[in-house]
């Protein structure tokens, strides 16, 4: 009898693990797409920094500029670019 119980005590967290491993493997996805996202964000922010006084582009980084950066990513950075040399 006592070895029943462990055995259904593993089963039983055996299970408890893969339901939280399939509950959970969408937010940590989502998490994971937008910390890599937010980094090629802002790489490319300093890179248009670092070459954009050449071409007479500068974006000041600052919280707004890192924000938008880092939740849209790459189209953030062009989004800023071209509101840079609209006004």
Known sequence: MDTISAILMLA?????????????????????????NAALGFAILFIVNFFGDFVGIQLGINLFNALIAGFLGVPGVILLVLIALLF
């Open 12 to 36: 039983a967290a055996l299970v408890l693990i893969i339901v939280l491993i399939k509950v959970l493997s969408a937010p940590i996805r989502l998490l994971l797409k937008l910390a890599i």
